[in-house]
């Protein structure tokens, strides 16, 4: 894909699929767990998760991500049990109660496949197919479609954040490909706040179109990340208008699916961001795409 915003088909499985690029889609964040950083406890039980979800698709989401493992930094791990007791109540009820399409946030294999057989259609692996690699066997042989994310957890980082970004991810494709993931079932998460200080991640923002050079669809998971806390001084909960912010700036720069916590706010934020884009690609395809810098009124006529 040589344009973020023309059309892909994102196989995933059970048959369905998503048009990624000529508009962002939102991907709800549901927390099944007690200690997530901004909303841990509020959603930890299965009708509460649901109801949540429920909401969250009346307000414009197009993915409901659920997970069973809070990722923040300094969380204690949980069983792999314990996970599935969480997550998979919560995806059978939705894929019996809704036509939606619902993501599984975990890196366990195990859990992955599970998720699937309750009706999960993504796996968003937040360790890019790096802890537990038999989940890219997991995503190849369900046909689900996969997120997989850069992090600099637990490893040496290359100084130059979209160099590091290159490295981790071309080898999480490796791990892909080997496995017989066909690319129309990947997007790709640079992994915003992931053992990223603030520099490293406004920096991040403003490269992102170098990202584009992986040809895949790009997800941006920014929402009410400490780096927008420290550039707004807005606690956790209070950081829902920087997150529209970036929702913004990274769309115009190609991202096509936003992970987020409020539904509603970034909606309005992508609408904006959308109907600019369009305008820009209605311009380009009548006037040809801008060579020059805007003639001066009143000079039109002069030789």
Not at 243 to 260: D, E, K, Q
Request: net charge negative; hydrophobic share 45%.
């Amino acid at each position: 894909m040589d344009d973020p915003f023309d059309p892909f088909e994102w196989k995933l499985a059970h048959g369905r699929s998503l048009t990624l690029g000529p508009t962002g889609l939102l991907m709800a964040i549901i927390n099944v767990t007690p200690d997530s950083f901004s909303d841990g406890g509020v959603y930890d039980d299965a009708e509460a998760a649901v109801s949540q979800a429920l909401r969250c698709l009346e307000q414009g989401a197009a993915i409901l991500d659920i997970g069973g493992e809070s990722t923040r930094p300094g969380a204690a791990a949980v069983a792999a049990a314990e996970e599935q007791a969480r997550v998979l109540p919560v995806i059978a009820a939705l894929a019996e109660r809704t036509d939606a399409i619902l993501s599984v946030d975990t890196y366990r294999a195990e859990t992955a496949r599970l998720a699937v057989a309750a009706g999960a259609h993504i796996i968003n692996d937040v360790h890019g197919l790096q802890r537990e690699p038999d989940l890219a066997n997991v995503a190849a042989a369900t046909g689900a479609g996969l997120c997989i994310m850069h992090t600099g957890r637990d490893r040496e980082k290359l100084p130059d954040v979209v160099r590091d970004q290159y490295r981790f991810l071309d080898r999480s494709l490796e791990i892909a490909t080997a496995a017989g993931v066909e690319r129309d079932r990947i997007v790709l998460d640079p992994g915003f706040g992931f053992a990223k200080d603030t520099d490293e991640n406004v920096e991040l923002m403003m490269r992102f179109s170098e990202l584009r050079g992986f040809a895949l669809p790009l997800l941006a998971g920014t929402s009410r990340k400490r780096f927008i806390g420290a550039i707004t001084g807005r606690e956790a909960q209070q950081r829902d208008v920087g997150t529209a912010a970036t929702t913004v700036l990274l769309r115009m720069a190609g991202a096509a699916v936003f992970r987020v916590h409020d539904v509603a706010i970034n909606r309005d934020a992508l609408l904006v961001a959308d109907a600019m884009l369009a305008a820009k690609r209605q311009a380009q395809k009548k006037y040809g795409p801008k060579k020059h810098g805007p003639k001066k009124l009143g000079t039109e006529n002069q030789p």
